[in-house]
């Protein structure tokens, strides 16, 4: 593999992990009455977006999302697994919420990165910080309806950030 290839591969590698980290805030156990903010994203999602490089380049991404919450004692799962010229990304989160706030856990499979999730419920959708030792990043989730538009922005990193498109289904 040439050393553009790797770059991309760890670029989109951490690109993708933030992405699945915060996408992954689904609920822990809700009161009776109350309705999870994360209902509406159960399901797959599918989609493309662009990832931006502080050198200037661009790589196109397509991703396929996966929300699952088994049952109300157990956390949300969320599992993303995406595309790019340089490689092929999964991520797998367990996401908790509890009154508008939401906390986990993410981990890249093939590099085995791993991290943790916080962040607050939105009225548009979701708010997300997500931190482990090879990734730091902000992320904003919007639901409109059966569209999910997730923006990335990246710190202290070769990365810029990422905007990603999903549609359910």
């Avoid at 915060?22 to 156990?29: F, G, I, V």
């Avoid at 595309?83 to 991520?91: F, K, Q, R």
């Avoid at 990193?157 to 549609?167: H, P």
Wanted: glycine share 10%; charged share 25%.
């Amino acid at each position: 593999m040439t050393v553009t290839a790797r770059r991309g591969l760890k670029r989109c590698g951490g690109l993708l992990a933030s992405l699945l980290a915060a996408l992954l805030a689904l609920p822990a156990p809700a009161r009776a009455n109350d309705v999870s903010p994360f209902e509406k994203l159960l399901g797959r999602w599918v989609g493309e977006g662009r990832l931006g490089v502080r050198n200037g380049d661009t790589e196109r991404v397509k991703c396929r999302v996966t929300y699952l919450h088994p049952n109300a004692e157990e956390p949300l799962q969320q599992t993303i697994r995406c595309a790019a010229a340089s490689g092929s990304i999964e991520v797998r989160s367990w996401v908790t919420h509890e009154a508008g706030k939401l906390t986990g856990t993410w981990e890249e499979l093939e590099r085995k990165w791993k991290g943790d999730i916080a962040g607050a419920v939105t009225p548009r959708g979701f708010k997300v910080a997500v931190q482990g030792e090879n990734l730091r990043a902000n992320m904003d989730i919007i639901v409109l309806g059966a569209k999910q538009v997730i923006e990335i922005q990246f710190i202290e990193s070769s990365l810029i950030g990422l905007t990603l498109i999903l549609e359910k289904g």
